[in-house]
């Protein structure tokens, strides 16, 4: 058994795949971001899950890519807990989710995007991954990510600058007593989660002018501040966005890319499809050499 697992900040995608029988079955977990959990809390929601569970013993390698697993000690921190809960696995393998992102559409030099709960961007050298930022999660960064998108139509609804249908539609939807507000993103465990989830309102309106025009503003700033510091790399390397906001949005994207004279090569929405389809031809390669 080999186990593929995307996680970001909101939900982890796993797959299992059966290298007998050649089977692929998926699951999924809330998201196991380690500098939002601690190591109980993530060893418990793997342990909690019954296909996972029922596995534990029988998986011989793991695949692991997950937001917040950019650094050697979220890495391992990682990589101890799987190791714990899969015991009999010979390969643990943990990384950051941008390479997911990036096995996820190429595996030529390129310029990768994620918009999803959180947002970030790296330039793939056809090996390594090189970032100009650091990513300072949902407080300090993030721009035109669901939680991004979250905090900007709370801004607008707390200020009384939503366009009344807007408010109507969005008091209705969710509920907004300003002390629940506050203790959802100042006492909860998943803030980004909470501020992500009113990104659905977008999406569900994206056709408001005021609407159109806060994305505008993010997407704006997304590329400015992350596409931009690629000067030298984005003039002879496609871009590739991956993630459920860019998969949403990407003709506003694609729009806006346009203003700074670049383009978008492609949007995947899940890229753990994608990715598993690139893995597998790389087990499979390994198998086929070692005959």
């Not at 990715?275 to 499979?284: F, P």
Request: proline share 3%; net charge neutral.
């Amino acid at each position: 058994m080999i186990l593929f697992a995307d996680s970001g900040s909101s939900k982890c995608d796993w797959v299992i795949y059966d290298n007998i029988t050649n089977e692929l079955s998926r699951t999924r977990t809330k998201g196991l971001n380690p500098n939002i959990l601690k190591g109980k809390k993530i060893a418990d929601l793997i342990r909690n899950n019954n296909e996972l569970f029922a596995i534990r013993n029988i998986v011989e390698k793991v695949y692991f890519y997950g937001a917040g697993c950019g650094t050697i000690k979220n890495q391992e921190k990682v990589a101890e807990i799987l190791n714990l809960t899969f015991q009999n696995a010979i390969t643990i393998n943990v990384k950051e989710d941008l390479m997911a992102a990036v096995l996820a559409t190429t595996n030529e030099p390129a310029i990768i995007c994620i918009l999803g709960t959180g947002s970030n961007c790296c330039y793939y050298d056809g090996e390594n991954i090189q970032t100009k930022t650091p990513s300072l999660g949902y407080v300090l960064m993030d721009e035109a990510s669901g939680n991004y998108f979250g905090k900007e139509l709370l801004r607008s609804y707390y200020y009384n600058q939503l366009p009344n249908e807007l408010r109507v539609s969005l008091e209705q939807s969710y509920k907004l007593n300003p002390q629940k507000v506050l203790d959802k993103i100042y006492n909860s465990k998943y803030p980004n989660k909470y501020l992500a989830n009113f990104a659905r309102f977008l999406i569900y309106n994206i056709e408001h002018p005021y609407i159109v025009s806060m994305i505008r503003n993010g997407i704006n700033a997304f590329i400015e501040n992350h596409i931009m510091p690629y000067a030298n790399e984005y003039k002879n390397v496609p871009i590739h966005f991956v993630g459920s906001i860019a998969y949403h949005t990407q003709k506003i994207i694609n729009e806006e890319l346009e203003k700074f004279g670049l383009s978008a090569n492609s949007f995947v929405r899940r890229p753990v499809e994608n990715l598993i389809d690139n893995m597998l031809q790389l087990e499979n390669t390994i198998i086929e050499k070692s005959k």
